[in-house]
Antibody, heavy 121, light 108 residues
Framework: QVQLVQSGAEVKEPGASVKVSCKAL????????MHWVRQAPGQGLEWMGV????????SYAQKLQGRVAMTRDTSTSTLYMELSSLTSEDTAVYYC??????????????WGQGSLVIVSS | SSELTQDPAASVALGQTVRITCQGD??????ASWYQQKPGQAPVLVVY???NRPAGIPDRFSGSRSGNTASLAITGAQAEDEADYYC???????????FGGGTKLTVL
């Protein structure tokens, strides 16, 4: 069964960094692009960025450029998303999701269960 | 403002049909994918592409596209369909993706 299992909740102080992990079970991460999406409390979904199957290329949302880094470790089938210079506006649930596509359409399936990050002093 | 525009809320009587729309120039080129999210849960894919459903999604969910509008229809809505629904598309001008603001569906 294809599944994404994410790391647990974190509490960080403003200005710190957080690194969230996402372990892929039941399939090989070298065959798929992977996305990260976040959701602030009571808000909608926000796309953060994507990493290619080989881990050699990334594309990030413009508002996060310079603060976010997405990496992958194929030996453990684990993806990572690190966000630096945290502020209270980064308090959110962070999701990883597997990309699938065919001509003219892209879809995210499955999603991880989400990792809550709270930024508070 | 978002590239994709959804009505914030919609309602449907039990057993009736509801259509949730998502507007954006992206859909003149790309198809939408649609996600259902219930409180405290991760989003779940319900429809993608021209009109495709993942395994396990009931056939009362369907998708369509016309001009700059993508639509998700629920035919014969059930109580368990009460949730937030999000559309998504590839960005219109680059290697990025965008979500609509979401529609909160109430089943009466």
């Amino acid at each position: 069964q294809v599944q994404l299992v994410q790391s647990g909740a974190e509490v960080k102080e403003p200005g710190a960094s957080v690194k969230v992990s996402c372990k892929a079970l039941g399939y090989s991460i070298i065959n798929h692009y992977m996305h990260w999406v976040r959701q602030a409390p009571g808000q909608g979904l926000e796309w953060m960025g994507v990493i290619n199957p080989s881990g050699t290329s990334t594309s990030y949302a413009q508002k996060l450029q310079g603060r976010v880094a997405m990496t992958r470790d194929t030996s453990t089938s684990t993806l990572y998303m690190e966000l630096s210079s945290l502020t209270s506006e980064d308090t959110a649930v962070y999701y990883c999701a597997r990309d699938q596509s065919t001509e003219g359409t892209w879809w995210f399936d499955p999603w991880g269960q989400g990792s809550l990050v709270i930024v508070s002093s | 403002s978002s590239e994709l525009t959804q009505d914030p809320a919609a309602s449907v009587a039990l057993g009736q049909t509801v259509r949730i729309t998502c507007q954006g120039d992206n859909f003149r080129t790309y198809y939408a994918s649609w996600y259902q999210q219930k409180p405290g849960q991760a989003p779940v894919l319900v429809v993608y592409g021209k009109n495709n459903r993942p395994a396990g999604i009931p056939d009362r969910f369907s998708g369509s596209r016309s001009g700059n509008t993508a639509s998700l229809a629920i035919t014969g809505a059930q109580a368990e369909d009460e949730a937030d629904y999000y559309c998504k598309s590839r960005g219109s001008s680059g290697n990025y993706w965008v979500f609509g603001g979401g529609t909160k569906l109430t089943v009466l």
